[in-house]
């Protein structure tokens, strides 16, 4: 499968009063990668997903190995490739480094829901094709 690259700034919001990357920063940075990729390998925007559609992906477990630290002005580069994909679910391995040095790996599955319904749904098509999964 396909590996995802992507540039993340770290600024001063990320971060503490010493200028390391606050635990729940890494999150963020993880989560626009997921939905860069996703807007890479569909035909379907977020927006459209969301207002077109009336489906999602909503998170439902993130395992996070932090190995080491960022700091502010830090040039991160998030990987971003799916693991496994299901009909309901997908999980996804992300990476994120500084240079050639892994700062953090998170496992994350996500579910495709009905936004109205708030019920699990099939993963739409045009998302499997863009992850050749079709």
Known sequence: MKTFIFKQRVYFSDTDAGGIVYHASYLNFAEHARTESLREISSVSQGEMLAKFNYGFVVKSIFIDYKKPAFIDDLLTVKTSVKEFKKFSAVFE?????????????????????????????????????????
């Open 94 to 134: 992300q990476l994120i480094y500084r240079d050639e040095e892994l700062l953090t790996s998170l496992e994350v599955k996500v579910a495709c829901i009905d936004l109205l319904t708030k019920r699990p749904i099939l993963i739409p098509e045009e998302v499997l094709k863009g992850f050749n999964l079709q």
